[in-house]
């Protein structure tokens, strides 16, 4: 339980303040970012590229709003999002993380971010003991104040450590408590499950052949239950997590210290959650394109380990041909079948 009362976290709902300070998309980050999410399409690197595919500038990846969380750009002795709710670091988990765009971010863009805690709430997470939700929801504007990106993450204080175990006993909304422990309260990111699912799904314990698709521009001859690409990454390693801390600002030494990993009880190092998502969204962009996404979305629900194979999949769940509008639903597993993430996404398309 966090170290204040519900009643005064409620009393926080609706408070704002600026957790986001010049913001600067750099040409040479975006590209280092796409690497870490292992993301090789020449669209994150060649201003050439960009503009032959009709982009003003070098775009950047879908969770690239991730780099905000480098102290550079946060408010001198900010914290996290700044609320102090009385969370115990250790035992805080991310168990959401969405975004909706109004157009990609681009090279070159100074935004400034604006964080509301939007919800407080309990529940029963079985197992996992009383967990206590907050919501928070970032505005990114530009220079002339026009929202580019809004950004909501689900953070989730357990009542003491939790595993990747499914949790029949949890309830409350699905959110309840597998995952990873918190131990840097700076990055804001705990990268860790708020859904529950015990039982392995999608690949059934193999590992298939990545698979490329065309790209998909109008929702003519597109169906409900088409499937899209399917991204691997396979004998993930140490380095991959490092790569990405580097990348994202995301610290936290238990994703790449082995001492201090297994210290906090942890069996090895593991990828963080934000990288999992990372490796997902290649699934939609590389489907529809980056300028057609309009919304992306995760649940966390296990972890990835040295040794482990990502497998990302989607397809397509609804189809609204009048609108040009597209939702798919993702899943990301292991090797093993067990699920890491499921999520959505909603694409533009032409009519």
């Known amino acids: 339980m966090p170290t204040k009362p519900l009643s005064e976290l409620e009393a926080m709902v609706g408070d704002s303040r600026t957790t986001v ?3 600067r998309i750099e040409r040479g ?3 280092e970012f796409a690497r870490a999410i292992t993301d090789s399409d020449p669209l994150f690197r060649d201003e050439s590229v960009a503009r032959e595919r009709g982009y003003e500038a070098v775009p950047a990846p879908l969770t690239y709003a991730r780099v905000s969380r480098f102290p550079r750009y946060r408010p001198d002795g900010l914290e996290g999002y700044g609320f102090d709710l009385g969370f115990r670091p250790e035992y805080v988990l991310h168990g959401e993380q969405a975004y909706e765009y109004e157009r990609p971010l681009f090279v070159g863009d100074v ?3 604006t ?3 939007t919800d407080v709430y309990q529940r029963d997470g079985g197992r996992a003991g009383s967990m206590t939700f907050a919501v928070y929801e970032t505005e990114y504007r530009d220079e002339n104040g026009d929202l580019v990106l809004t950004d909501r993450a689900t953070a989730i204080e357990t009542a ?6 499914g949790d029949d006993d949890a309830s409350g909304d699905d959110d309840a408590g597998n995952g990873e422990p918190q131990t840097d309260s700076n990055d804001g990111d705990a990268d860790i499950d708020a859904t529950v699912d015990p039982e392995p799904t999608a690949n059934g314990g193999r590992v298939p052949a990545a698979e490329a698709v065309d790209t998909v521009r109008s929702v003519d001859g597109v169906d409900v239950g088409d499937g899209g690409p399917t991204v691997i990454v396979d004998d993930l390693e140490r380095k991959h997590f490092v790569k990405y801390a580097g990348a994202s600002g995301d610290f936290n030494p238990i994703h790449y210290d082995e001492p201090y ?3 906090a009880g942890n069996e090895s190092v593991f990828g963080q959650g934000m990288f999992t998502a990372g490796v997902a969204s290649r699934v939609v962009t590389d489907w529809f394109g980056l300028e057609s996404i309009a919304a992306f979305g995760v649940r966390f629900q296990s972890r990835v380990f040295p040794g482990d194979t990502i497998v990302a999949t989607g397809e397509l769940e609804s189809v609204r041909a009048e609108e040009g509008v597209v939702e798919v639903a993702l899943e990301a597993t292991n090797q093993h079948g067990e699920t890491l993430l499921t999520g959505s996404a909603t694409a533009s398309l032409e009519e």
């Open 261 to 263: 990993a297994r210290g």
């Open 160 to 165: 003491g450590a939790v595993d990747d175990e």
């Open 111 to 113: 935004l400034t971010g």
């Open 115 to 117: 964080t509301t805690l």
């Open 29 to 31: 980050k975006v590209e």
């Open 21 to 23: 300070e010049e913001f």
